[in-house]
């Protein structure tokens, strides 16, 4: 199965891990997550700020954010297997050791997997969405959930939103998503009712496929 993700290699230094935040806003927004961006922030500036402290700046440094199902995973992968980061009982007079405390606070669970030349520190942030049936992690459902969730945050509705769309809302924005699409396909020339009658029994056929 394939989920979304977004990988970056840098180097690690304090000037990315404000130009990773931005990133990471922008695509927790584009996959309908924007309720999880101020926890996976943190623990982005957290373990990439462990690398900076205890490995070094300057080190290159990969940082992957994945979606697996119900749970966000983030994970920082760095070259040094020594440097292993540590949960501390931190006290308020302390100038360090809170980082992994706070990541620990907003996640489910964090880790370490330790390979032959990198070391993989690991986080995993509850999204509170259950499976889609029969297509959990498949990389068209992935697809289509981040194209209505643009959708249904810069659609044609006003108001406020928060957190992922509804049902309801997705149905709404994936009939947008449709009609702009027969838009495009007139404007160049093509037969709309075609296409859609093509993309029906498409969906039909597969459907059988998958039900046998």
Not at 97 to 103: D, I, N, P, S
Request: charged share 25%.
């Amino acid at each position: 199965m394939t989920q979304p993700s977004w990988v970056v290699e840098f180097a690690a230094s304090e000037e990315e891990v404000a130009v990773l935040r931005r990133n990471v806003r922008a695509y927790l927004e584009a996959w309908g997550l924007r309720e999880l961006v101020d926890e996976t922030q943190l623990c982005v500036s957290e373990l990439v700020a462990n690398v900076i402290t205890h490995v070094g700046a300057g080190t290159p440094t990969t940082l992957a954010v994945k979606l697996n199902g119900a749970s966000l995973r983030i994970e920082v992968h760095d070259p040094d297997t020594r440097a292993l980061p540590m949960l501390l009982a931190a006290d308020v007079e302390s100038e360090g050791g809170r980082g992994m405390a706070l990541v620990a606070a907003v996640t489910e669970r964090w880790g370490v997997q330790l390979g032959a030349d990198r070391k993989v520190t690991w986080c995993e942030i509850a999204t509170g969405l259950p499976p889609v049936s029969g297509h959990d992690g498949c990389l068209r459902m992935t697809r289509v959930e981040a194209m209505i969730g643009l959708y249904g945050a810069h659609g044609a509705r006003p108001g406020p939103r928060s957190g992922r769309l509804g049902i309801t809302e997705g149905e709404e924005a994936a009939i947008s998503v449709i009609t702009d699409l027969l838009h495009w396909l007139s404007a160049h020339g093509r037969d709309a009712d075609d296409v859609l009658d093509r993309a029906l029994v498409r969906f039909e056929a597969e459907g059988f496929a998958a039900s046998r």
